[in-house]
């Protein structure tokens, strides 16, 4: 049952965010669908803004960790005119400058405004679903396009986060069928967070 999201709930979603999350469980169960993925989330140590916080996130396969496959930068805010959190997208202009750095977040200091770019239709929405748990999707509207494989397609994500697990389905579709074009076959990446960074959030933002 959804229950009121509050100002104050960005800051527990980007805590419970941050950290090193690992699918190896999940990968050891189920190897012909799940590689083994981890995916680091540290918060910038100069924030762009005060608006929210500003978070750093690089996904990348298990046996080679400074080379992301996904690398983002994530601005989480409230909005008080729809009553939820925003989690909005960018991409970095030189990615591969700061690969690794989940794991050396000195390196995270050279983000500033002029290293990003903003995602256009690729915001999530997120609101608390109870006490334990957030869920997010990507905006509705199909605008989120990501060109794989030569085919236009538009982004859908649903995740849930709680304070020591992390859930995400990613799939990509057709821009006119519609028709499932990449992304999972069997379902959300279930992750476990095996170290946290939540100390770096209240330390980097202020509510």
């Not at 390196?107 to 002029?114: K, P, Q």
């Amino acid at each position: 049952m959804t229950i009121s999201t509050n100002p104050d709930d960005v800051y527990v979603l980007a805590q419970w965010l941050a950290g090193d999350h690992s699918n190896w469980e999940q990968a050891i169960d189920n190897p012909p669908f799940f590689a083994h993925i981890r995916v680091g989330i540290r918060a910038l140590p100069n924030p762009i803004s005060n608006d929210g916080v500003w978070l750093y996130l690089e996904q990348a396969y298990d046996y080679e960790l400074n080379h992301p496959y996904r690398t983002a930068v994530l601005n989480i805010i409230y909005s008080h005119e729809h009553g939820r959190i925003e989690m909005i997208n960018y991409r970095l202009k030189n990615a591969e400058t700061f690969f690794g750095a989940s794991r050396d977040r000195n390196r995270l200091a050279a983000i500033d405004a002029d290293a990003i770019i903003k995602l256009e239709g690729c915001t999530q929405w997120v609101h608390r679903d109870d006490i334990k748990t957030f869920k997010g999707s990507v905006e509705p509207g199909k605008k989120c396009c990501i060109n794989r494989k030569g085919v236009d397609t538009y982004l859908e994500i649903a995740f849930e986060v709680t304070e020591n697990t992390y859930s995400s389905l990613d799939r990509g579709y057709d821009l006119v069928t519609d028709e499932r074009v990449w992304g999972s076959i069997a379902g959300a990446f279930q992750f476990v967070k095996k170290a946290s960074f939540s100390d770096e959030i209240a330390t980097t933002s202020t509510p």
